[in-house]
């Protein structure tokens, strides 16, 4: 079967458009996410890691934004403690068939978060039962919470679980996801500036 062109042409003109409006409106997440950096860095800098956590394409994002922090972003300085809580099947699989699913991600930040460490949740929901309970295991284990979400925000944002929330303004769970990217790169440069010098 042939594709139309025309049609997928329209289609992806149509989806650039909605990107790009997601992204404009979502200008005024800037400097929430400046606050986010300036915590992150000074979590690291104090000797402290990031724990991350999502599901599905959420999970590929936290996985994407702890190696870039691991390993490198766009210079090379010293590998900086950040965890995917998503990346070991052993742990994820037992705390899910023990435990339940909602406490896969919540087992983990109990047992590996320490105070001075953030948690980054990842949910573009906001409604992620193994993301509240992870962020909730972090606020009583003393961690810092962060959290990146869409459509409101959901009950993370209406429960305050997080002490920086960004909320993408759109429904679309594709365009959230395009702007969680981003804002994880804009994290990853501001550590990379921080800690380029040997800091």
């Known amino acids: 079967m042939k594709p139309d062109r025309a049609a997928v042409a329209a289609e992806f003109t149509r989806r650039h458009d909605e990107h790009r409006a997601v992204f404009e409106r979502s200008r005024d997440l800037l400097g929430p996410a400046a606050e986010l950096a300036d915590a992150a860095i000074s979590v690291l800098g104090a000797g402290g890691k990031l724990l991350l956590c999502g599901n599905g394409g959420s999970a590929a994002d936290a ?3 702890a190696t870039e922090c691991t390993v490198r972003f766009e210079t090379t300085r010293r590998g900086l403690a950040a965890i995917a809580l998503t990346t070991d099947t052993s742990a994820l699989t037992a705390a899910g068939n023990d435990l339940g699913y909602e406490q896969v991600f ?3 930040v109990a047992a590996l978060g320490r105070p ?3 948690l980054i949740g990842l949910t573009t929901s906001g409604n992620s039962p193994n993301v509240t309970e992870a962020l909730v295991a972090a606020r009583a284990g003393g961690l810092a919470t962060a ?8 009950a ?3 429960g305050r679980l997080a002490d920086h929330c960004l909320i993408v303004p759109s429904d679309v769970t594709a365009h959230i996801q395009e702007v969680h990217i981003f804002l994880g790169h804009l994290l990853c440069a501001a550590i990379d500036a921080a800690f380029t010098d040997g800091a």
């Open 106 to 108: 919540a087992r983990q």
């Open 63 to 65: 996985q994407h934004i």
């Open 147 to 154: 959290c990146l979400t869409g459509r409101g925000g959901g």
């Open 116 to 118: 001075g460490d953030m």
């Open 156 to 158: 993370i944002a209406a």
